[in-house]
């Protein structure tokens, strides 16, 4: 039997894993629409998320907390961020006041700050960890940034430190284009070359005849 901590968007839950299917009390990682449907049918613990980010500036206009159970579509495995041995899963939730422009990407682990953003086209796809580049034990992760309309793209990479705060390691362009799907290709666009160091490709437009303007940047993560 396999003990595994998951660390609830309204609760804390323990489960086990063993060899019987009769598990009702027990949850799969994988089984990602089990975990959401027991994070969402609990009714206390929200604040565990939530709270850190209420502006006192706005508390008439925060949204009730029953909200985010109605608007809640869904989590993504986006890999063990703190490598602690538990997966994390990601998942999106409305501004939470009218002081806030955006949807913002929150983690089953309260401790791992969320991450804003001033877009209302977030998905669960445009959030990915690219591993550990500084192999310090914990990972980075890419956003695709979308303005919603606009052709031309943002990706943004993150360091998670030690205190599970989201550094700013740079951001660059991504212009929508024939030969890069984003929901295929997003890996594609990173490659490790040692430690410390990352190779980025940046699309920063498309010419007359289709041809990418394009390179490859080189990052240090230290």
Not at 157 to 180: C, D, G, M, P, R
Not at 202 to 219: F, Q, R
Request: charged fraction near 25%; charge should be negative.
């Amino acid at each position: 039997m396999r003990c595994i901590v998951i660390v609830g968007l309204f609760f804390l839950i323990t489960s086990c894993r063993s060899g019987s299917k009769n598990v009702n009390s027990q949850i799969a990682l994988n089984d990602e629409r089990q975990i959401a449907e027991l994070l969402l049918n609990r009714k206390s613990g929200i604040d565990l998320n939530l709270k850190p980010y209420q502006k006192t500036a706005c508390p008439s206009d925060t949204i009730n907390k029953s909200t985010y159970r109605k608007i809640f579509k869904g989590l993504k495995n986006i890999g063990d961020l703190d490598t602690d041995g538990n997966d994390e899963f990601v998942f999106i939730l409305e501004s939470l006041n009218k002081c806030e422009e955006g949807q913002s990407y929150y983690f089953s682990n309260p401790k791992i700050e969320r991450i804003y953003t001033e877009s209302n086209c977030c998905h669960l796809s445009s959030l990915i960890n690219i591993g550990d580049i500084d192999e310090d034990g914990f990972l980075e992760v890419a956003e695709y940034y979308s303005s919603c309309a606009s052709r031309y793209k943002a990706i943004v990479i993150y360091h998670l430190n030690e205190e599970f705060k989201w550094e700013t390691l740079t951001n660059f362009s991504f212009v929508l284009n024939a030969q890069y799907d984003i929901l295929k290709d997003f890996k594609k666009l990173f490659r490790k070359t040692s430690k410390n160091n990352l190779e980025y490709f940046e699309i920063i437009d498309v010419d007359i005849k289709g041809n990418l303007i394009a390179s490859w940047k080189t990052l240090k993560v230290e």
